[in-house]
């Protein structure tokens, strides 16, 4: 990796754009290509059933804000109207490790990404105790790094409600829970 600031990023789809989604599917990769040494973890979001994308989440380390933006906005499903919204924050990779490195692998359970969002005083800073479960983990920030925003962790657990445990509930104004794979090509 390099030794830039690491973001997180979530395009969440459109209504409607799964054909379009597909179509772009290539050009999507070949893109993330062009950033595998910066990739900490990737992969789409999954509706309830797990076979429906409704988003795609990068975690990358980046030089800074700018390049951050231009690797979320220059992407090709973004530019083709495959997104409604592009969740952009300074990110801290309190594991300090990939997706690749995660010890439970690639397949395997049930996986998830968990967001936390909130102002104020952070939570949740200290990688939970069960951290063999923990994919990704970190808080969300504000682009100089000094706000704290909320937590993105990607976990593998047995169901929803324990993905959202990873977080402590009353300091957040809201949690999201959502299915989540490992992306990139296929091997």
């Known amino acids: 990796m390099t030794a830039g600031m690491e973001f997180f990023c979530y395009h969440r789809d459109r209504s409607g754009s799964v ?3 597909s179509e772009l599917l290539e050009e999507h990769w070949s893109y993330m290509d ?3 040494k910066e990739m900490i973890a990737r992969g789409p979001t999954l509706a309830g ?7 795609s989440v990068h975690i990358v380390d980046l030089p800074d804000p700018a390049a951050a933006r231009a690797f979320a906005f220059d992407e090709p499903g973004y530019q083709a109207g495959v997104y409604r919204d592009v969740l952009l924050r300074r990110w801290r990779n309190m594991l300090g490790r990939t997706m690749w490195d995660f010890p439970g692998g690639r397949t395997g359970g049930n996986r998830y990404l968990v967001l936390g969002l909130g102002s104020g005083e952070p939570a949740d800073a200290p990688v939970p105790p069960d951290r063999d479960e923990l994919i990704a983990y970190g808080p969300l920030l504000s682009d100089d790094g000094a706000t704290w ?3 993105a962790a990607l976990v593998r657990a047995p169901d929803p409600d324990t993905a959202r445990a990873v977080l402590i509930p009353d300091r957040y104004a809201d949690i999201e829970v959502h299915n989540w794979q490992f992306g990139g090509r296929p091997s």
């Open 34 to 36: 062009l950033y595998a």
């Open 149 to 151: 925003l909320g937590t």
């Open 19 to 21: 054909a379009l989604r």
């Open 49 to 55: 059933d797990g076979d429906m994308p409704t988003g």
